[in-house]
């Protein structure tokens, strides 16, 4: 099932993250006992960012904070949204994409 996200296509390192899933709110509710979390990985290797939803009306919110952001390596991220369910091991791939992170501008080498 693909996840309606609005996941941005490019996000600036230093900045807060936020976006929201309202897809996976419905179909995998916390209620149920499901979690829901966002992996973020470098396309040239490196550590990922996970961030894991935190449920609101209608929708799993994610929000990353600047001190998570600022030193990331800018350049293209694979990200997967992935659903954790209640009985053990149970893992759904929601979606996946690509998106961007732009470089700080508020540091030395940050130019949009």
């Not at 976006?19 to 709110?25: G, N, P």
């Not at 149920?32 to 960012?49: H, M, N, Q």
């Not at 053990?88 to 700080?104: H, K």
Request: charged fraction near 20%; avoid cysteine; hydrophobic fraction near 35%.
């Amino acid at each position: 099932m693909a996840s309606t996200t609005s996941i941005p296509a490019t996000l600036v390192a230093g900045d807060t993250w936020r976006w929201s899933d309202h897809t996976a709110h419905q179909q995998y509710h916390p209620s149920e006992g499901w979690v829901v979390r966002y992996i973020l990985r470098p396309v040239s290797g490196g550590a990922p960012l996970t961030v894991e939803g935190v449920s609101d009306v209608n929708a799993y919110e994610f929000r990353i904070n600047p001190s998570e952001t600022a030193d990331l390596a800018v350049g293209e991220y694979g990200w997967s949204a992935l659903a954790y369910g209640p009985d053990d091991g149970e893992r759904i791939l929601l979606n996946s994409g690509r998106l961007s992170v732009a470089p700080d501008p508020a540091t030395e080498n940050g130019s949009l």
